[in-house]
């Protein structure tokens, strides 16, 4: 058996092409070499898959043949060693049932009241009539739920200066040429001040002195009170009855942060956008809205139909990451009528299986009623990863979009700034709309 389709390309070009242009980067390749295609000419190539069968393959073998290959490198430094991201066997499994329970059930309803209250804060904060910058404000909405739902740091000089460093720190890569630091190694040079790597780190130390300050003086002042998943995290023990440790708890608040912070707002940005640009979408919404206004239930409107299927479609034609974690074989595997070694990299596309025109048909136009008419398997629709890798933190992302939608629909109306359609950019690891997007605000009439 022969591998699949090589990719020509000269590895310069094609990283270039990656970093400056990541949608046309998958798109023109599966015009021209279809469901699967390979990078290097090694016989452990690496390897783009959009094909739902052979993804369920992938997914569904996770932990028996394939290792993740998330850490090392740039993410690392990032993230830290004990990431979930990053653990493998036993570790994985046991770090991830200390971390589930407080993004499910009663746990994860209680940040309901918690996620309007901060929404409804900042958009009315927004000057009337005039265009506002809506990936900023996106920002600032899903850091504070972070900073008081994750971290359970409350407004005061700790509050203000963790949340001014990770401001800082997160907008490190907001442009593709920033992000060409994280794929060229030779780039990371930390001279303190004086390189944009040295910065970046010394800022990221300021944060991880705040961070273990913080779960200090709460383990010396036994201060488990409250309902944050910090504190949460903090009581949690593992089956022989072992707590997380001070590094672990730290690592795993930095990854939720990441994930869940700059993620969330560029879905939200996203979603924004698309509602406006599709105005049927919008006067759609509020009036699904104004049904349940009076109760003001927040749990029964995330249920609301509509509401879910703009939010899944929103995430399925603009996937933050547009694949999932590399796996990486470990067994030999027949895969799609061919034979892969161990070694082998295998990169499901979420991009290109949610662009896929015989699941999604006219797969551009955003159409909330796909996901009314039919319900697709966790194969042909997966924007937060899948197997055993898939995102901890979905169900309160999902939530948190639902929540600020409604809050902004039913109490403000929105117009855009311009007609022209939205490209999306790459924003370090991520793809993400346009720092520049603005939209007008104005009061219901």
């Known amino acids: 058996m022969t591998l699949p389709p090589t990719v020509s390309t000269p590895r310069l070009l094609r990283l270039f092409k990656f970093i400056f242009y990541p949608l046309d980067y998958l798109e023109d390749y599966y015009q021209k070499y279809g469901d699967i295609f390979a990078f290097g000419r090694s016989e452990t190539p690496f390897v783009y898959i959009s094909h739902p069968q052979a993804i369920k393959e992938i997914l569904t073998r996770d932990k028996n043949i394939f290792k993740s290959a998330a850490g090392g490198g740039f993410l690392s430094t990032l993230l830290g060693d004990n990431s979930l991201l990053f653990l493998q066997g036993e570790r994985h499994q046991r770090e991830r049932k200390l971390l589930t329970p407080p993004f499910h059930g009663e746990r994860l309803q209680s940040y309901a009241q918690l996620i309007y209250a901060i929404s409804h804060r900042v958009i009315e904060k927004l000057e009337i009539n005039q265009p506002f910058n809506v990936r900023k404000v996106m920002q600032e909405i899903t850091l504070q739920v972070i900073m008081k739902a994750v971290f359970g740091i409350r407004e005061g000089e700790r509050y203000q200066q963790l949340k001014e460093l990770l401001t800082s720190w997160l907008s490190f890569f907001d442009s593709p040429a920033n992000a060409a630091i994280i794929f060229f190694p030779f780039l990371q040079k930390d001279w303190e001040n004086s390189s944009p790597w040295g910065r970046f780190l010394g800022i990221k130390a300021k944060i991880d002195e705040l961070i273990y300050t913080e779960i200090k003086e709460r383990r010396q002042q036994e201060n488990y009170g409250g309902n944050d998943i910090l504190t949460l995290l903090m009581l949690a023990k593992d089956e022989v009855g072992n707590p997380m440790n001070d590094q672990e708890l730290h690592d795993e608040l930095i990854t939720l942060l990441i994930a869940g912070h700059e993620t969330t707002a560029s879905s939200l940005t996203w979603a924004l956008y698309c509602i406006h640009y599709y105005p049927e979408v919008a006067e759609k919404l509020r009036s699904h809205f104004s049904i349940l206004e009076n109760n003001g239930d927040l749990l029964e409107i995330i249920k609301l139909p509509y509401l879910d299927a703009v939010c899944s479609e929103t995430l399925r034609i603009y ?40 699941i999604y048909p006219n797969p551009k136009q955003f159409r909330p009623e796909r996901f009314l008419e039919r319900q697709f398997s966790p194969y042909e629709y997966f ?53 520049n997007f603005k939209m007008i605000i104005s009061q219901n009439s």
């Open 319 to 358: 996937p933050v990451v547009l694949s999932t974690f590399l796996r990486v074989l470990q067994t030999p595997l027949d895969l799609m009528g061919y034979h892969f070694k161990p070694g082998t990299a295998f990169a499901p596309s979420i991009y290109l299986v949610h662009h896929r025109e015989d």
């Open 383 to 435: 924007p937060f990863g899948g197997g055993s890798r898939r995102c901890i933190g979905m169900e309160l992302a999902k939530m948190e979009i639902k929540i600020v939608l409604f809050t902004m629909l039913s109490n403000y109306q929105f117009k855009l700034c311009s007609s022209r359609p939205l490209k999306p950019v790459r924003r370090g690891l991520t793809v993400a709309p346009p720092n």
